[in-house]
C-alpha cells in the first residue's frame, strides 16, 4: 500500500501542471482568477510531493497486482483536488456537486450539474475542457497500457500489440510505452481539431475547448445549449469527423502515422464492425424521422442522424439541438443510441461502454455455440481479425459483461430508491456507466443540475465504475485481494 502511495503522490504533484492551462487561459481573457488557479496548483504538487516523501523509503517495483490499487485511487484522487477551483471560485457549490462535474469531465463523461455556463468565467469553462482532454489521454494510457497487462475482461489480448518492445511484467514501462506511442497522436488530432473549428466559425476559445472534448470524447461544451448554440452544419462536419477518429483504436493511428500508410485501419476489425453498425444506425434513424414528419426533408434528417448517431455512438454525448430535440423524436431512437454508446467504441480509446472488442466475442462465442449444437465434435475456436480467441480470454469478457449488467442493476436499484422515476433512472444509469453524456431527455439533457445528492453520488460511482472497467473496483472488494 505505501508503495502505491509514493507513485500516487508523484501523479498527484504532476497533475498540479495541468493549472498551467487555465493560468494562462485567464491571463489571455483577464478574468483574474489565474491566482485561484495558482494556489490550487501550489496545494495539489505540494501535496503530492509530501506524500510522495512520506513514503520515499518505501518505494518498490509496480507489479500488476498493485496496478488495480492504484488506477482505483488515482481516479478518486485526481477528480477530488481537481474540486479545489470550483469551491474557491463559484459560491454555493457544494463538493458532492463539484466531485461529479470533475468526475465527469476525467471519466470523459460530459454531463454537468452546472447552469449558466455561457456567463462562467472562461478561465473555469477552459478548466472543465482541460480536465477531459487529460482525463481522456489518461484514458487511453489506461486502456493501452494497463488494463491489458491486468487482464481487464479479455483485453490481455491487446497485451502483445502495445507499440514498443514491452514484454515484462512490470507496471511502469507499460504505462510509458502507451503514453509515448499515443500522445504524439492525440496532440496531432486536437491541433488539427481546433483548426476545423475555428475554419468552421467558432471563435479561438470556442474551438479550442471543443477540440478537447471531441478529441477525448468528453463532451462538455461552453454553453448551455451545448453545440446547438451554433447552428452551423459546419461545426457538426468537423466535430464528426474528431468524435470518429478519436474512437478508432489509438494504436491503429499511431502505427499508420509511424509507417505513413492507411492499411492499419483495414486490417482493425472492431473499425469494420462499427462502420457497419453507424452507417445501417444512420440510415434508417434518418428514415424514421422523414417518415414521422420530424423533419421536412431527408437531408435534413440525415444530417441530425448522423450527429446525434455518432456522437452517442462514441460516448461523447453531444446533441444537435435547434429543432432536434429528443423529446419529439421516436422513442426507438434515443434507446438505440443508449445501446450504441456500450458497444461501438474501439479498445485503446477513452470511449467507455463494453467496446466493440468484446461485443465482437460475444457474437462469435454465440455463433460458435450454435455450430457445436449441430456438430458437437467440430473444432470451432472463436477468431477475430483472423486471431483465435483463447478460452480464457472469452471466459473473461463473459465475466466483465455479467458484472456490467450487475453493476447496472445494482445502480439502478439504487437510483429507484431516490424516488427517480424507472425511465429517467434506466437513462442516466446506463449512460454515466458508459461514460457518455446524459443527452437524451431534450437539447440540453446532459445538464443533470436537478439531480438531489444521493442521485449525484450514484451517478458519479457509475462514471468511475465505467471509466476502471469495473474489475478494478470490484477486486478491491475481494477476499482475495488482500491475501499475501
Request: hydrophobic share 55%; proline share 4%.
Amino acid at each position: 500500500m505505501l508503495g502505491v502511495t509514493y507513485f500516487l503522490g508523484f501523479i498527484l504533484a504532476a497533475f498540479g501542471l495541468v493549472y498551467l492551462l487555465p493560468i494562462g487561459c485567464s491571463l489571455v481573457t483577464g478574468d483574474g482568477l489565474w491566482p485561484t488557479f495558482l494556489l490550487c496548483a501550489a496545494l495539489t504538487s505540494a501535496t503530492g510531493l509530501l506524500l510522495a516523501a512520506a513514503t520515499y523509503r518505501h518505494r518498490r517495483e509496480l507489479k500488476p497486482r498493485d496496478g488495480f490499487m492504484l488506477v482505483t485511487l488515482g481516479w478518486i484522487l485526481l477528480p477530488a483536488s481537481a474540486t479545489l477551483p470550483l469551491l474557491l471560485a463559484i459560491p454555493g457549490l457544494t463538493f458532492t456537486r463539484a466531485l461529479f462535474e470533475t468526475m465527469s469531465g476525467l471519466t470523459t463523461t460530459g454531463s454537468t450539474v452546472l447552469t449558466g455556463l455561457d456567463t462562467l468565467a472562461p478561465s473555469l469553462n477552459f478548466w472543465r475542457e482541460s480536465l477531459t482532454w487529460v482525463g481522456g489521454l489518461t484514458g487511453i494510457v489506461l486502456a493501452m497500457g494497463v488494463m491489458p497487462l491486468l487482464g481487464i475482461g479479455g483485453m490481455q489480448l491487446y497485451k502483445a500489440e502495445a507499440p514498443g518492445p514491452v514484454r515484462d511484467e512490470r507496471l511502469e514501462p507499460r504505462i510509458t510505452e502507451a503514453a509515448r506511442s499515443v500522445w504524439l497522436v492525440y496532440v496531432l488530432l486536437t491541433v488539427a481539431g481546433v483548426a476545423g473549428l475555428r475554419l468552421s466559425g467558432m471563435s479561438w476559445f470556442d474551438a479550442v475547448c471543443h477540440a478537447f472534448s471531441a478529441v477525448s470524447l468528453g463532451g462538455f461544451s461552453t454553453h448551455d445549449a451545448g453545440i446547438g448554440y451554433f447552428h452551423s452544419a459546419a461545426v457538426q462536419v468537423v466535430l464528426m469527423v474528431l468524435m470518429l477518429a478519436a474512437s478508432i483504436n489509438f494504436t491503429r493511428h499511431f502505427v499508420a502515422l509511424r509507417r505513413m500508410t492507411l492499411k492499419p485501419y483495414g486490417n482493425d476489425p472492431e473499425l469494420k464492425a462499427m462502420a457497419v453498425v453507424l452507417v445501417v444506425s444512420i440510415a434508417v434513424i434518418a428514415v424514421l424521422l422523414t417518415s414521422d414528419h420530424v423533419y421536412p426533408t431527408f437531408d435534413t434528417a440525415l444530417r441530425y442522424a448522423a450527429f446525434n448517431v455518432i456522437s452517442m455512438a462514441t460516448t461523447t454525448g453531444w446533441v444537435a439541438a435547434g429543432h432536434a430535440s429528443y423529446a419529439i423524436w421516436p422513442v426507438f431512437v434515443p434507446i438505440w443510441l443508449l445501446f450504441l454508446s456500450g458497444i461501438v467504441c474501439s479498445t485503446g480509446t477513452s470511449g467507455g461502454g463494453i467496446k466493440m472488442f468484446r461485443t465482437l466475442v460475444l457474437v462469435r462465442q454465440a455463433g460458435r455455440e450454435l455450430k457445436l449444437l449441430v456438430h458437437p465434435s467440430a473444432v470451432a475456436p472463436v477468431r477475430i481479425g483472423g486471431r483465435s480467441i483463447p478460452q480464457r480470454a472469452a471466459n473473461a469478457v463473459l465475466a466483465f459483461i455479467v458484472l456490467y449488467f450487475m453493476a447496472v442493476a445494482l445502480l439502478l436499484f439504487s437510483m429507484l430508491l431516490t424516488g427517480m422515476g424507472f425511465d429517467t433512472a434506466f437513462r442516466v444509469v446506463v449512460a454515466s456507466i458508459n461514460n457518455t453524456a446524459y443527452g437524451l431527455a431534450g437539447r440540453t439533457g446532459w445538464n443533470l443540475h436537478s439531480l438531489n445528492p444521493a442521485q449525484t453520488w450514484i451517478c458519479t460511482v457509475a462514471m468511475l465504475l465505467g471509466r476502471l472497467e469495473i474489475f478494478s473496483v470490484i477486486v478491491l472488494f475481494t477476499r482475495t485481494f488482500w491475501r499475501k
